[in-house]
């Protein structure tokens, strides 16, 4: 029985995926109902028989991380792109490549400076925890903001 949902799940994904067939030409071939061919696709996602992925060329952005870097004396430079200008979301892409960004680098011994700042706060949410022996976090200002106490875990 899984055997033939799964099946017909990859089916229904590579004509939608692949071939182009819209959802109810999917189901007029297979003679099935529209809303069942919606969930077969979301049941392809979900078991992972079907992956997303988009490129997008602006995220690629190295030719202009290494002119920002040089034209100021940096090491590294990240560039996030947020899909919309709003402030919250601008700030929510910024903490995700900035936390991305910190989780690569970070290292035992470290010495964190930490600012404050409703940005630096969006990217504290985003750090994952790291099991560091002696990290250093000497909070700067306003660290009422962010809790270093997760920041150097």
Same mark, same amino acid.
């Given at each position: 029985?899984? =055997? %033939?949902? !799964?099946? @017909?799940?990859?089916?229904?994904?590579? @004509?939608?995926?692949?071939?182009?067939?819209?959802?109810?030409?999917?189901?007029?071939?297979?003679?099935?109902? *529209?809303?069942?061919?919606? *969930?077969?696709?979301?049941?392809? /996602?979900?078991?992972?028989? $079907? *992956?997303?992925?988009?490129?997008?060329?602006?995220?690629?952005?190295?030719? &202009?991380?290494?002119? $920002?870097?040089?034209?100021?004396?940096?090491?590294?430079?990240?560039?996030?792109?947020?899909?919309?200008? %709003?402030?919250?979301? $601008? /700030? /929510?892409?910024?903490?995700?490549?900035?936390?991305?960004?910190?989780?690569?680098?970070?290292? %035992?011994?470290?010495?964190?400076? $930490?600012?404050?700042?409703?940005? &630096? =706060?969006? @990217?504290? =949410?985003?750090?994952?925890?790291?099991?560091? /022996? *002696?990290?250093?976090?000497?909070?700067?200002?306003? =660290?009422?903001?962010?809790?270093?106490? !997760?920041?150097?875990?």
């Amino acid at each position: 029985m899984q =055997h %033939d949902k !799964n099946k @017909l799940a990859i089916s229904a994904a590579k @004509l939608y995926y692949q071939s182009g067939f819209s959802q109810a030409e999917i189901a007029k071939e297979l003679q099935l109902s *529209r809303p069942s061919v919606s *969930r077969l696709l979301q049941y392809a /996602k979900d078991m992972g028989f $079907v *992956r997303i992925e988009i490129f997008d060329p602006i995220e690629d952005q190295g030719q &202009l991380a290494q002119k $920002v870097a040089a034209a100021y004396g940096l090491r590294d430079v990240c560039i996030a792109n947020a899909p919309i200008e %709003d402030e919250e979301e $601008v /700030k /929510k892409y910024i903490g995700q490549r900035g936390a991305a960004y910190i989780n690569e680098i970070i290292q %035992d011994g470290d010495i964190i400076g $930490v600012g404050w700042g409703t940005t &630096l =706060h969006s @990217l504290s =949410h985003q750090l994952i925890p790291h099991p560091l /022996k *002696r990290p250093d976090c000497p909070a700067r200002r306003g =660290h009422h903001l962010v809790d270093e106490r !997760n920041l150097c875990q």
